[in-house]
């Protein structure tokens, strides 16, 4: 059974890092794309970022270029989102998820891990 499982969520002060990883298992993953979405309360599930399968192009939403990076180890089929920076508005539960290709709407991904809370104090 396909499965990807977050972890490294946590409670960080604003300006604080943090650093999310995704592992799969189950499947090969090394031939997909590999994106981040988050969630906040009240608001609807967001693109992050997002990796090729090769790890040659990479993808961000505009809110967290230069703060957040994206890589991956295709050996350990593993994914990190490293946060630096983070806000208050940061504050969501992070989501990774498998796709053919690097693209900002989930509807195109087809499996997903069940989340990590990162929350941003102020």
């Known amino acids: 059974q396909v499965q990807l499982v977050e972890s490294g969520g946590g409670l960080v002060q604003a300006g604080g890092s943090l650093k999310l990883s995704c592992t799969a298992s189950?499947?090969?993953?090394?031939?997909?794309?590999m994106g981040w979405f988050r969630q906040a309360p009240g608001k609807e599930r967001e693109f992050v970022a997002g990796?090729?399968?090769?790890?040659?192009?990479?993808r961000y939403k505009d809110s967290v270029k230069g703060r957040f990076t994206i890589s991956r180890d295709t050996i350990k089929n593993t994914v990190v989102l490293f946060m630096s920076s983070l806000k208050p508005e940061d504050t969501a539960v992070y989501y990774c998820a498998a796709s053919l290709t690097i693209e900002v709407l989930q509807g195109a991904y087809d499996y997903w891990g069940r989340g990590t809370q990162v929350t941003v104090s102020s």
């Open positions: 990796i090729a399968w090769n790890g040659a192009n990479t």
């Open positions: 189950g499947g090969t993953f090394s031939n997909r794309a």
